[in-house]
């Protein structure tokens, strides 16, 4: 068995090659070009192709938290905001509740479920078939690993259910690596559970901005990775977060309270566009935020 790994500075200095990015033959995403047709066209619902980027907006709060702060009301937060992202993450029962079926942005299911904040929160299970995931016209599923968790072992075999029952379908998996309370944000920590969770077969990752060291989370991961935006930060300081992601090789948001929760959810969504998309500088975006809030 391999030793476990040093951090670094610890006589074993790591080569993550940055500022080689990884190719992409064929097809624009990184460490998609031998997937099926099927795949491709899901993932290339969600990033858009021109770009390569995508701002997902994430309300699946409810299914740990309830109803938290900015999302009381999935039915009037939401709905404004879809015309300005790329993509919906939700659970089934809001998006059966409160999203119109007209719409037309791509959905990226939570299927895991058994947890909440009262408890401990990496004991999930897989609560919605990827078959109910087609039904309901789903572009990905996903579920978070809890690396280093008392369930973590649970939280890795559910994606595996996802990933081996969605390859039949040609329907990708988004891994989400969750940090529980206990775990530090940082990039040895982040950088290892993107990894694992790549090598056992996720289609992308959406994982925490951490600094040091971003960048080499990216590159030692080999399928695209996205941001969660964690905790409402000032809108400035959100942009600014962003921006560095994008800036060291993210291919997108998957962005929460940030955007339902910020003093303008349009015209933040509409920033955090003109970053991820235009890469405009968080100084730039945040005027353009103002200008729209005027309106
Ligand atoms: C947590 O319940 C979910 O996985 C969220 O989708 C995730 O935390 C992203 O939302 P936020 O940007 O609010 O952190």
């Not at 329907?171 to 309370?181: E, F, I």
């Not at 289609?203 to 971003?214: A, L, M, N, S």
Request: net charge negative; glycine share 10%; charged share 20%.
């Amino acid at each position: 068995m391999p030793d476990a790994d040093k951090p670094r500075g610890g006589g074993e200095e790591k080569n993550y090659g940055i500022g080689i990015p990884m190719e992409t033959p064929g097809f624009f995403l990184k460490g998609s070009a031998h997937l099926n047709w099927g795949m491709k066209n899901r993932l290339s619902q969600i990033f858009n192709p021109k770009s390569g980027r995508t701002v997902m907006l994430a309300f699946d709060h409810g299914y740990i938290m309830g109803p938290t702060t900015g999302l009381e009301r999935i039915d009037l937060v939401v709905p404004p905001l879809i015309p300005h992202i790329d993509c919906l993450m939700c659970t089934r029962g809001a998006l059966r509740s409160c999203i119109g079926p007209e719409v037309r942005k791509p959905v990226v299911m939570r299927c895991s479920t058994g947890a909440t904040v009262l408890k401990e929160l990496s004991n999930e299970t897989i609560g919605v078939t990827i078959e109910e995931a087609l039904a309901l016209n789903a572009s990905a599923v996903t579920a978070q690993a809890c690396i280093g968790a008392e369930f973590e072992r649970e939280t890795l075999e559910n994606l595996s259910y996802l990933i081996n029952e969605g390859a039949q379908y040609g329907m990708p998996v988004l891994g989400v690596t969750a940090v529980g309370k206990e775990m530090v944000r940082d990039a040895r920590y982040l950088g290892l559970a993107c990894r694992v969770i790549a090598e056992l077969g996720v289609h992308f990752v959406k994982t925490y901005y951490c600094e040091p060291g971003f960048e080499e989370v990216v590159a030692g991961t080999p399928v695209p990775v996205v941001i969660a935006g964690g905790k409402k930060l000032p809108e400035l300081d959100a942009l600014k977060m962003a921006h560095k992601a994008i800036d060291q090789g993210a291919m997108g948001v998957d962005m929460g309270r940030n955007i339902f929760a910020a003093d303008d959810p349009a015209a933040m969504a509409q920033a955090v566009g003109a970053v991820v998309h235009q890469l405009f500088k968080p100084e730039q975006a945040f005027e353009l935020y103002n200008d729209l809030r005027k309106k």
